[in-house]
Structures are given as structure tokens and as C-alpha cells.
Antibody
Framework: QVQLVESGGGVVQPGRSLRLSCAAS????????MHWVRQAPGKGLEWVAV????????SYADSVKGRFTISRDDSKNTLYLDMNRLGVEDTAVYYC???????????????WGPGTLVTVAS | DIQMTQSPSSLSAPVGDRVTITCRTS??????LNWYQQTPGRAPKVLIY?????QSGVPSRFSGGASGSGTDFTLTISNLQPEDSATYFC?????????FGQGTKLEIK
């Protein structure tokens, strides 16, 4: 069965960096797009970034563009999110999410990890 | 960005009832519209994709609809059960950035 397990969350000071990881299993990782979606405490869902089956094909939300980098290591079945210049507005639970397709075509987020909490505070 | 307007923001209904949640997009998303359910402390799960296709394993009490405009969508839950108490989100997957509605919190009386 599909499993996604995030790690790397924690408390970090404003302006610092953090790397999130997501270990995937139960499916052919290299054949699917992968996303990060976040949810601030008590708030709604915000899509953050996607990497499609071709790692050169990525997109970002404007709120993180230039600060966050999504990447994947298909040999390790692992998704990453490198977050730089963190601000208090980045405080959220970050979910690793599997896409239903390799490319953007009638996609849906069909499996979600349990999430990892990132708290940006001094 | 494609804006998503979901209504109502909350509702309450008894067991056995039927409820409808609506989602309006600011642009024709050509039925690239998905619905998710999130219970407290859990990750969301997909219920409906491509506006009206039921995700595998989801009870048939859940159904999705779309108007001809390409901007108006509905999620209907029939025969409400206690486990349907959750927050429901719509999401467009037409183009990035993939945007979500603000959520509808459903309470089962």
C-alpha cells in the first residue's frame, strides 16, 4: 500500500533554513508527480510546489518562489523541500502528496502523508 | 491565479439528511475540479475528481456535479452518517498554482 512519511519539521528561527524529506513506498515513485501542500494552524490548504516525473519540470506557489526548492531522488524514493529565508508566515503542517499522474493531466492528490509541523518563531 | 469560492463555510445537519456544498471558480476549469475531506488531526483524502468521478473506496453517498458554465460545482452527501463530520475542500487542478476553496465545516447533529 502507498505510504508517505514526512520528516524534518521542527522549530526554527525566522530567516533560517530547513529541509523536509518524504520517504515514499508502495508505488513506483519515479512515475508520479509529487507535491508539497501546507496548512497553517486552523487554516485552509495551500499548495506549495510540484515536481513531475521529469525533475526538470517543477512549479511553485508565488509565496515560496525563490525561497523554497522541491527536488526528488528517485533512487531513494524520496521527495525533498528545501526551505530558505523562513518567515513566521511559513508556520504550517507540511504534507507530502502523491499525484495521480506523471504529468499535469486531470490530476488529483490521491495519497497524503500525515504531515510534519514547521514552526517559525524566535 | 484561479480563485475558489466555496459555500457555505459551515453547516449542520442530522443523520440521514442530504447536504450540498458549492464551489465556484473564477475561470472555466474544464471540470478539473476535485473534492477532499479532512477530519480533525488527519490529512485530507480525495473523494471526487474530475468534478464527478468517485475515488475508489469512497461511499456512493458522495457525488459531484458541475454546471455547463465550467465554473460552478457541487458536492452532495446523501444519507449523512456520523463519520461524515469533517471539513470539505474543493480544489482546481486545471493549472498551477493549484488552488483550494476555503473549506466547509460539516457538523452532524
Amino acid at each position: 500500500q502507498v505510504q508517505l512519511v514526512e520528516s524534518g519539521g521542527g522549530v526554527v528561527q525566522p530567516g533560517r533554513s530547513l529541509r523536509l524529506s518524504c520517504a515514499a513506498s508502495g508505488f513506483m515513485f519515479s512515475s508520479f508527480g509529487m507535491h508539497w501542500v501546507r496548512q497553517a494552524p486552523g487554516k485552509g490548504l495551500e499548495w506549495v510546489a510540484v515536481t513531475w516525473y521529469d525533475e526538470n519540470w517543477k512549479s511553485y506557489a508565488d509565496s515560496v518562489k525563490g525561497r523554497f526548492t522541491i527536488s526528488r531522488d528517485d533512487s531513494k524514493n524520496t521527495l525533498y523541500l528545501d526551505m530558505n529565508r523562513l518567515g513566521v508566515e511559513d508556520t504550517a503542517v507540511y504534507y507530502c502528496v502523491k499525484d495521480s499522474h506523471a504529468v499535469p493531466d486531470r490530476t488529483r492528490f490521491d495519497f497524503w502523508g500525515p504531515g510534519t509541523l514547521v514552526t517559525v518563531a524566535s | 491565479d484561479i480563485q475558489m469560492t466555496q459555500s457555505p463555510s459551515s453547516l449542520s445537519a442530522p443523520v440521514g439528511d442530504r447536504v450540498t456544498i458549492t464551489c465556484r471558480t473564477s475561470y472555466d476549469v474544464a471540470r478539473h475540479l476535485n473534492w477532499y475531506q479532512q477530519t480533525p488531526g488527519r490529512a485530507p483524502k480525495v473523494l471526487i475528481y474530475a468534478a464527478s468521478t468517485l475515488q475508489s473506496g469512497v461511499p456512493s453517498r458522495f457525488s459531484g456535479g458541475a454546471s455547463g458554465s465550467g465554473t460552478d460545482f457541487t458536492l452532495t452527501i446523501s444519507n449523512l452518517q456520523p463519520e461524515d463530520s469533517a471539513t470539505y475542500f474543493c480544489q482546481q487542478s486545471y493549472r498551477v498554482p493549484y488552488t483550494f476553496g476555503q473549506g466547509t465545516k460539516l457538523e452532524i447533529k
